[in-house]
Each structure stands twice: as C-alpha cells, then as structure tokens.
C-alpha cells in the first residue's frame, strides 16, 4: 500500500482498532434498539428515552479515558512508563468512586428523570425500567473507560478493539436469550448489556494490571494524582456536559412533537452517534500522538500529525455520508415495522448524510485539542457553541416544530463548533510540549 503521508501508518494503526472500542457502548445501544424495536413503538420510545440519557451520562464521564489518554501519552513521549502508569492507575480508582455515586444518584432520580425528558404515559414504564437495570452498570463503565485511555496512552489501541468485540458478541447473544428465549422483554435487554459490561471491565482491570507491574508503579490511589486528574477532567466534563445536554435537549423536543418522531429520532440519532464515533476514532489516535509528541518536546510533528488527521478525517466523513445515502432506502427497516416510523426516519436520514464531514473535522479537532491538554479552551467553547444552540432552539419552539426542523437546529450547533474548534487549531497556541503542560496541577 502506498503512503501518502509519513504519518499514515501511525494514526491508522491507532485508529482502525480505536473504532472498534469507541463503539462499543453505542453497538449496545444499537443491538438494543434492534431488538427492542420490534417489540413495538411504545417499547423503542422508551429506549429512545433511556439511551438518550445514558449516552449523556456515560458520556459525561469520558474525561476519565482522554485526560489519561493525553496525561500517559505525554509521560511516554517523556520516556517515564512508571508515571504513565500511575496516572492511569489513579484515573481507575476515580472512575470507580465516581462510578458508585453515579449509581446511586441515578436510581434515586429515574422517575424525575423520565418526567423531565417528556415521555408520554405509555412510554415512561418501559424507559424507567431499562434507565433502573442499565444505571446498575455504571461503574463497571466507568472503570472501563478510564482503562481503555490508559492503553490508548501507551499506544495500544489492538486490545481496546479485542476488548470491545467480545462484550458485543457476548452481549447481543445474552439480549437474543432475555428478549425472545425468557421473553423478558426491554428489561432483558438491559441486563444483557449490563451482564456485558461487567465482563469488559474485568478483562480491562485485568490487563492494565498486567502491564503496570512491571512500570514498577504504585497500586494503591494517590491522592494527588486523582486531585489532578479531577481537576483536569472537570475542565472536560463543562466541555462534554455542554455538549451532552444539547443532545438531550434535541431529544426532550423530539418526545413532545410525537411518539412517531420520537422513534424515529432515536433510529436516526443511533446511526448518526455510531458514524459519529466511527469519525472519532481518528480523534482518539490524535489524543495518543499529540500528547507523545508534545511530551517528547517535538511540536513540528504534532503539528504535522494534525493535519493528516484532518485530512483524513474530512475523507472519511464524504465516505460515510454517501454510504447513508446509498442505503437510506433500507436501513430504517432494520429498526422497525411500522411505516410512519419508517417514513420520518427516511426523511432525518438525510440529515445524517450531510453532517458527515463537518462532524469529521470536529472531532478531530477536539481529539488534537484534548491529546495537547487544552481543557481549558474547550470548556469555553463548547459551553459558548451550547448557548447559541439553546436560543436557536428556543426560536424554532416558537414554530411549527417538526423533526426536521429540530435537526435544522441541530446542524446549526455543528457549524458552531467548527467555526470555534478551527478558531483555536490556526492559532497553534495549543501546541505547548513537555511531560506537564504548564498550569496542569501536578501530582
């Protein structure tokens, strides 16, 4: 194969097996939504609802894998594997005392969370019970997460996809058994998912363990170092909690236009999050190589690794675009039975399609700014990008809402984010090198 960049081999041997670890949890949600879709409309609102919210607050908690992805990848670039490994040993014991809290607050607020995310009175039993079961999961997530960057961090994204493939084969064989062997319904899809979940995380703890024994790291937390990672992941979770809260906000709007759209929207937004990550995977391999670069001292090359990523990134993003559209004739059909449905999601469809390669330059943009440690700045911008979201949404409430029109508004956010990414990338003030960026807490 001929290479058009000296850099090519390197992000590609990160990102292919990135992809497969980046979708993982939402080919559960996929397979979920498959399987929980023909059981009818009222049971795929209800996972609309649920998945919607456990993206969010999943999501809200994936600084646990990128601050440690760029905190190791510096180290290793620096040549210490040891703090490398202490760093990603301390963001394992956070994720799993964030990990318990999160559980417990959630299954305390299930029906108020419900309430507010509008579901309709047929719908709300059906997305309760599967928020209850999969909140259950939450640590096992978490911990999970934080070990993926860990290894992601030392350049190894081969096990993360290893990972990731037998949770999803084993999940979706344990959904087909609750679902249709016990006829257990929605609630058998949930503990199927969790069931897969604990298993990840088990062989995740288990291989970080293996590899940093021999780092000579310490084993027992540190508190200075989850004080670090904290404070580093907080800049992260104001960027990603943003981020989040747009997404549940789009789907809040798209329960009170009907349970139509509503299942529709849940059809066309799983495709758009699985393409979504698909694109991120190359976000990830930025994480990894601009952290080892800037930690080596060697910005040229970040630098220059940024905007292969880019260039690749916009190809993919035109690539995957055109495959919804050569498939939008179908591919609601693998979701469901019912026509209505059928027809709104073909429409969304096309809004998917489009922001194909906007989303591309995106993430990778966040995956460059994230890999150099500028939490900091995209904090404010995604904050800035979610506020002029929130008074376009106000005015298309003012209207007609129709789904449509709701991801009209939804691509203006897009745009938004772009306009504010590729602010900050020109300026190259994000490329500061050494083992610590400078105003990092130390540990």
């Known amino acids: 194969m ?36 023909h059981l009818g409309t ?25 601050t440690t992805t760029g905190t190791v990848a510096r180290h290793i670039g620096a040549a210490d594997p040891r703090a490398a490994a202490e760093h990603g040993i301390d963001g394992m014991w956070l994720a799993a005392g964030l990990g318990i809290g999160l559980s417990a607050l959630g ?14 009175s047929t719908v709300r039993p059906f997305a309760s019970d599967y ?36 949770a999803n084969v084993g999940n979706l064989a344990l959904e087909l058994f609750f679902v249709y062997g016990l006829d257990a319904g929605i609630a058998g899809s ?19 363990r293996r590899r940093t024994r021999v780092t000579g790291a310490r084993r027992a937390p540190r508190t200075n170092g989850m004080r670090s990672a904290a404070i580093v992941g907080s800049q992260l979770m ?18 009170r236009i009907s349970n139509v759209a509503l299942a529709a929207h849940q059809i066309a937004f799983q495709v758009w999050m699985f393409l979504a990550l698909a694109l991120d995977a190359i976000a990830i ?26 260039h690749l990134g916009l190809a993919s993003g035109t690539v995957l675009g055109l495959a919804v559209i050569a498939t939008r004739p179908w591919l609601s059909d693998l979701f469901t039975d019912a026509a209505d449905v059928r027809r709104q999601t073909d429409q969304i469809l096309w809004f998917v399609a489009a922001l194909q390669p906007l ?85």
């Open 2 to 37: 001929q290479w058009r960049s000296s850099h090519d081999r390197e992000i590609v041997r990160l990102a292919v097996p990135a992809f497969g670890a980046l979708i993982a949890e939402p080919l559960y949600l996929l397979a979920d939504t498959a399987i929980v879709g």
């Open 42 to 66: 009222r049971e795929l609102g209800g996972i609309a609802i649920a998945s919607i919210v456990l993206t969010a607050v999943f999501g809200i908690f994936n600084f646990l894998a990128y």
């Open 107 to 120: 299954l305390l607020t299930v029906p108020v969370i419900v309430d507010v995310m509008g579901a309709s």
């Open 131 to 166: 928020l209850r079961i999969s909140l259950l999961g939450a640590p096992f997530v978490l911990v999970a997460l934080a070990s993926a960057g860990y290894l992601r961090g030392v350049q190894d994204t081969k096990t993360t996809l290893f990972v990731a493939i037998g």
């Open 190 to 208: 949930a503990w199927g998912t969790v069931i897969a979940q604990v298993a990840s995380m088990v062989v995740f703890v288990t291989i970080v």
């Open 238 to 255: 104001v960027r990603t909690g943003s981020l989040l809260a747009a997404l549940l906000v789009t789907t809040a709007l798209a329960a």
């Open 285 to 310: 391999a930025g994480q990894a190589l601009v952290g080892r670069y800037l930690g080596a001292g060697d910005a040229t090359s970040a630098r220059s690794v940024s905007r292969r990523m880019l």
């Open 359 to 443: 989303a591309a330059a995106v993430f990778i943009f966040d995956g460059i700014l994230i890999g150099a440690g500028d939490a900091k700045y995209l904090a404010g911008a995604m904050a800035a990008a979610s506020a002029i979201y929130a008074a376009v949404v106000v005015f298309v409430t003012t209207l007609d809402l129709t789904l449509e029109l709701l991801w009209s508004a939804f691509t203006v956010w897009m745009i938004v984010r772009w306009l504010g990414l590729f602010r900050r990338f020109r300026t190259e003030r994000w490329a500061v090198t050494g083992a610590e960026r400078p105003g990092a807490t130390k540990s």
